[in-house]
């Protein structure tokens, strides 16, 4: 069992930064592409961004690319989300979720293929 925990969400202005951070216990992390999803009032979860297991594959939605950066920290069992340049529609919770993956080098877009999920962390823009 997995446990996932985020920190880092909080109140910025936009064109403001925020960094997340996602905590995993557990479980052996390295087996785990790990992804970024985010919910907004009345909106449906979507992904923002997914890495590999090995770090060497990332996505990143539309909405978010140039903006926000993600990585993973093996050795401490964390994945990270840089948020940068900030708009008020990145408002919203924002959970880390791990897909225990057979491959070093792939991430999955979907997400009821993520096994575990954090308990989601608020970001909140303001314009």
């Known amino acids: 069992q997995v446990q996932l925990v985020e920190s880092g969400g909080g109140l910025v202005q936009a064109g403001g930064s925020l960094r997340l951070s996602c905590a995993a216990s557990?479980?052996?992390?390295?087996?785990?592409?790990m992804g970024w999803f985010r919910q907004a009032p009345g909106k449906e979860r979507e992904l923002v961004a997914a890495i590999s297991r090995s770090g060497s594959n990332t996505y990143f939605a539309d909405s978010v690319k140039g903006r926000f950066t993600i990585s993973r920290d093996n050795a401490k069992s964390t994945v990270y989300l840089q948020m940068d340049t900030l708009k008020p529609e990145d408002t919203a919770v924002y959970y880390c979720?791990?897909?225990?993956?057979?491959?070093?080098?792939?991430?999955?877009?979907?997400?009821?293929?993520?096994?575990?999920w954090g308990q989601g962390t608020q970001v909140t823009v303001s314009s």
């Open positions: 979720a791990a897909d225990l993956s057979l491959s070093a080098n792939r991430y999955s877009m979907e997400s009821y293929k993520y096994n575990y």
């Open positions: 557990g479980g052996t992390f390295n087996l785990y592409a």
